[in-house]
């Protein structure tokens, strides 16, 4: 693959991530938005959309790794290394779904924080404004959410602060493709 089919994976990605995310939602008709995290899509356990969900997870995770190691190291390398991270860090949330109790814990802390720590590291190697509102957001959204300011499920703060950062990622995966030879 080239670089600029590879660049494509960056556009690819979030249209796959939130369409195996819609579909285990639409197939759960017990999924509330105020009281539920994502993750309870893919206990193994309770939940019978959880081989679409944990596998939508570990594959949007590889592919994500995929793009970054592949396509955004030609342009960000640094963002490249902490995306591959977080892409890594997403599978590891569907290979260790609720079932796993504080290990999954963890590794939802540290996909979570490896986005908002990725968007930063975009900001300040591409002077990037997009980065420093990806980073906001991501911040935000969890802030807001663990003093109060708003009652939802986890679910809402997971949404928000991954929609926050598309932006960013949808801008490198453009400039990538420009970039990459055909």
Same mark, same amino acid.
Do not use: C
């Given at each position: 693959?080239?670089?600029?089919?590879?660049?494509? $994976?960056?556009?690819?990605?979030?249209?796959?991530?939130?369409?195996?995310?819609?579909?285990?939602?639409?197939?759960?008709?017990?999924?509330?938005?105020? %009281?539920?995290?994502?993750?309870?899509?893919?206990?193994? #356990?309770?939940? %019978?959309?959880?081989?679409?969900?944990?596998?939508?997870?570990?594959?949007?995770?590889?592919?994500?790794?995929?793009?970054? $190691?592949?396509? $955004?190291?030609?342009?960000?390398?640094?963002?490249?290394?902490?995306?591959?991270?977080? /892409?890594?860090?997403?599978?590891?949330?569907? #290979?260790?779904?609720?079932?796993? /109790?504080?290990?999954?814990?963890?590794?939802?802390?540290?996909?979570?924080?490896?986005? /908002?720590?990725? %968007?930063?590291?975009?900001?300040?190697?591409?002077? %990037?404004? $997009?980065?420093?509102?990806?980073?906001?957001?991501?911040?935000?959204?969890?802030?807001?959410?663990?003093?109060?300011?708003?009652?939802?499920?986890?679910?809402?703060?997971?949404?928000?602060?991954?929609?926050?950062?598309?932006?960013?990622? #949808?801008?490198?995966?453009?400039?990538?493709?420009?970039?990459?030879?055909?």
């Amino acid at each position: 693959m080239n670089n600029r089919n590879s660049a494509l $994976l960056g556009i690819l990605v979030p249209v796959l991530a939130y369409s195996f995310i819609a579909l285990a939602i639409f197939l759960s008709p017990w999924f509330r938005w105020q %009281s539920n995290a994502l993750s309870d899509l893919g206990h193994a #356990a309770r939940s %019978s959309v959880a081989p679409i969900f944990n596998f939508g997870l570990l594959l949007t995770g590889l592919l994500t790794s995929s793009y970054a $190691l592949l396509s $955004l190291k030609t342009y960000a390398k640094w963002t490249a290394i902490s995306l591959a991270f977080t /892409g890594f860090s997403l599978q590891t949330i569907g #290979a260790f779904d609720e079932v796993y /109790g504080f290990l999954h814990y963890i590794v939802s802390v540290i996909f979570f924080v490896s986005i /908002g720590v990725t %968007s930063i590291v975009y900001a300040a190697e591409k002077r %990037s404004y $997009l980065g420093l509102i990806g980073f906001a957001v991501v911040a935000l959204s969890w802030g807001l959410y663990f003093i109060g300011f708003y009652s939802a499920g986890v679910a809402v703060p997971e949404m928000i602060s991954t929609l926050g950062i598309l932006p960013w990622v #949808a801008m490198t995966a453009l400039r990538a493709y420009r970039l990459g030879k055909s």
